[in-house]
T-cell receptor, first 110, second 110 residues
């Protein structure tokens, strides 16, 4: 059974600081890994999807790395802004099913 | 394109009542999923479907039933609601292993 862990559970930083969010998973036989953003009371917005054959993906200020052999992914958010405050969820895909971590709740202080 | 829609957005039930949550997608996706999200636990897969007329159990299927009579619709039923089923329910559909999520249904069982 795939287990996905996200550390830390919560993070508070001043505006402008870079964010580093960690995700680990127990079964390395994944098809892909996805990072989502969730705002309070809202649904999930896909941020980045990394295929199992890729090492990283970038979109604007966001960069996600994947080390499948060690079961780790890291999401970097450069020059954080108050609008980046949200919960970030990591999910891995095995056999057409996603397994989610519990998320990291980020607060960016103005 | 409406994407993935869920009906209703909110619902309050009494213990023992039944209800059906509707998920609809207009993207012609084969795969559809129902998840529940509880505080501090991320999303957990309830049931999923790999095509019209098919359904399969996920991680936490007890107390729920599903049907996929039409490709665009995936219904989640609670036959006899229990307080433990108080949660936020998310539906998703998938194309090429990239999942798209609905806005969620917030269900409270008293």
């Amino acid at each position: 059974k795939q287990e996905v862990t996200q550390i830390p559970a919560a993070l508070s930083v001043p505006e402008g600081e870079n964010l580093v969010l960690n995700c680990s998973f127990t079964d390395s036989a994944i098809y892909n890994l996805q990072w989502f953003r969730q705002d309070p009371g809202k649904g999930l917005t896909s941020l980045l999807l990394i295929q199992s054959s890729q090492r990283e993906q970038t979109s604007g200020r966001l960069n996600a790395s994947l080390d499948k052999s060690s079961g780790r992914s890291t999401l970097y958010i450069a020059a954080s802004q108050p609008g980046d405050s949200a919960t970030y969820l990591c999910a891995v895909l095995n056999d057409y099913k996603l397994s989610f971590g519990a998320g990291t709740t980020v607060t960016v202080r103005a | 394109n409406a994407g993935v829609t869920q009906t209703p957005k909110f619902r309050v039930l009494k213990t023992g009542q039944s209800m059906t949550l509707l998920c609809a997608q207009d993207m012609n996706h084969e795969y559809m999923y129902w998840y529940r999200q509880d505080p501090g636990m991320g999303l957990r897969l309830i049931h999923y479907s790999v095509g019209e007329g098919t359904t399969a159990k996920g991680e936490v299927p007890d107390g729920y039933n599903v049907s996929r009579l039409k490709k665009q619709n995936f219904l989640l039923g609670l036959e006899s609601a229990a307080p433990s089923q108080t949660s936020v329910y998310f539906c998703a559909s998938s194309y090429n292993r990239d999942e798209f999520f609905g806005p969620g249904t917030r269900l409270t069982v008293l």
